[in-house]
T-cell receptor, first 116, second 113 residues
Framework: AQKITQTQPGMFVQEKEAVTLDCTYD???????LFWYKQPSSGEMIFLIY??????QNATEGRYSLNFQKARKSANLVISASQLGDSAMYFC?????????????FGSGTRLSIRP | NAGVTQTPKFQVLKTGQSMTLQCAQD?????MSWYRQDPGMGLRLIHY???????DQGEVPNGYNVSRSTTEDFPLRLLSAAPSQTSVYFC????????????FGQGTRLTVV
């Protein structure tokens, strides 16, 4: 069964520093996708970045990058040069299956707080 | 640019009452789902659907019913509300395929007293 684990309930980081949010996953399906979402205090869910299980390179989107280590089943989100606006909840999610519309499951999230 | 629309945004119910949370999307997405968000527990999948007429249970389906009669709509029904169902509910939709992200509604904050 698919499972997502985020072991950091909360993190504090100084502004302009880089931060890594941990995510490990479990699946028996060789085809899967990994996602990160941001949820600011206003409550909406914002998609940040995607990594496919067959992707050869780590995904990057602006200041966001995904440190994908397939053998360790980890997909950590790296935010470079953190900003005050990065303070939010961050969720890792996974979807199995290449061609089927399979379910998307989420981890328990990490609350990131950026200190000025 | 409606995307995923959830109604209502806030609701207070008494224990034992029933209600339906509405969710509609205008992106012609086959996949729709309902999650509940509780502090420290992330988003837990309640029910999901991969197309009209097809629904399946998620991680926490008890106490909730769904149906999918059209591609656009995926209502969530609480038949007899309990305080344990106090939560924030999110509806999401996406296209098929593992590389397609989910688009979320704004959420419904439900309180059962």
């Amino acid at each position: 069964a698919q499972k997502i684990t985020q072991t950091q309930p909360g993190m504090f980081v100084q502004e302009k520093e880089a931060v890594t949010l941990d995510c490990t996953y479990d699946t028996s399906d060789p085809s899967y996708g990994l996602f990160w979402y941001k949820q600011p205090s206003s409550g909406e869910m914002i998609f940040l970045i995607y990594q496919g299980s067959y992707d050869q390179q780590n995904a990057t989107e602006g200041r966001y990058s995904l440190n994908f280590q397939k053998a360790r089943k980890s997909a950590n989100l790296v935010i470079s040069a953190s900003q005050l606006g990065d303070s939010a909840m961050y969720f890792c999610a996974m979807r199995e299956g290449y061609s089927s519309a399979s379910k998307i499951i989420f981890g328990s999230g990490t609350r990131l707080s950026i200190r000025p | 640019n409606a995307g995923v629309t959830q109604t209502p945004k806030f609701q207070v119910l008494k224990t034992g009452q029933s209600m339906t949370l509405q969710c509609a999307q205008d992106m012609n997405h086959e996949y729709m789902s309902w999650y509940r968000q509780d502090p420290g527990m992330g988003l837990r999948l309640i029910h999901y659907s991969v197309g009209a007429g097809i629904t399946d249970q998620g991680e926490v389906p008890n106490g909730y019913n769904v149906s999918r009669s059209t591609t656009e709509d995926f209502p969530l029904r609480l038949l007899s509300a309990a305080p344990s169902q106090t939560s924030v509910y999110f509806c999401a939709s996406s296209s098929r395929g593992m590389n397609t992200e989910a688009f979320f509604g704004q959420g419904t904050r439900l309180t059962v007293v």
